[in-house]
């Protein structure tokens, strides 16, 4: 699977995008990008997927450059309780199950 | 709706002792799977299983255990518990669509201190 390179921390500052981003310049034709985040001590909560094309839904925008080296998780109006860790894992989409391979991920500080 | 119940939620243990973190999900989901969490340190797989009476050995599994006997538990089981198993145990469960896993849903975590 590609490995993924993500700052360490960033900060934000309440009501503005928060525009995380994700290299991997290593991922494969048949590997999506996938984002999750960890609140505090939770456990890992499940935010958007992608392979190619752009994709929104109710909690953040994820955008895929073409040559699909890189991605940037938009979250539109950040708020404090978007302070969290946040994971992007590349995962192989063949049938079966799928073992998400976490790194140290981005600590996201939302300041009011 | 539940979703993913880990029981307990912490826990000491003494060295040599052996116990059962429990899961349990409601979503009739066919993928579960045990991940490990130690500080500053990323989710590493243990065990996991693709339906019932199906179990594999994911990233870290020495010293543990698993079964899976219906579809909505999936126990873990530390056989002689050592202070390098000091740590926050996540269960996941997935569902699939034709074949194919999509996102996972994790339980709040299970703390657990070996002393």
């Known amino acids: 699977d590609a490995k993924t390179t993500q700052p360490t921390s960033m900060d934000c500052a309440e009501g503005r995008a928060a525009n995380l981003p994700c290299n991997h310049s290593?991922?494969?034709?048949?590997?999506?990008v996938y984002w999750y985040r960890q609140i505090h001590s939770q456990g890992p909560q499940y935010i958007i997927h992608g392979l190619k094309n752009n994709e929104t839904n109710e909690m953040a925008s994820l955008i895929i450059t073409e040559d699909r080296k890189s991605s940037t998780l938009i979250l539109p109006h950040a708020t404090l309780r978007d302070t969290a860790v946040y994971y992007c894992i590349v995962v192989r989409m063949n049938t079966g199950f799928q073992k998400l391979v976490f790194g140290t991920g981005t600590r996201l500080l939302v300041s009011p | 709706n539940a979703g993913v119940t880990q029981t307990p939620k912490f826990q000491v243990l003494k060295t040599g002792q052996s116990m059962t973190l429990q899961c349990a999900q409601d979503m009739n989901h066919e993928y579960m799977s045990w991940y490990r969490q130690d500080p500053g340190m990323g989710l590493r797989l243990i065990h996991y299983?693709?339906?019932?009476?199906?179990?594999d050995q994911g990233e870290v599994p020495n010293g543990y255990n698993v079964s899976r006997s219906t579809t909505e538990d999936f126990p873990l089981r530390l056989l002689s518990a050592a202070p390098s198993q000091t740590s926050v145990y996540f269960c996941?469960?997935?569902?699939?669509?034709?074949?194919?896993?999509?996102?996972?849903?994790f339980g709040q975590g299970t703390r657990l201190t070996v002393v």
């Open positions: 299983s693709v339906g019932a009476g199906i179990t």
């Open positions: 996941a469960s997935s569902r699939t669509m034709t074949g194919v896993d999509t996102e996972a849903f």
């Open positions: 290593t991922i494969s034709g048949n590997e999506y």
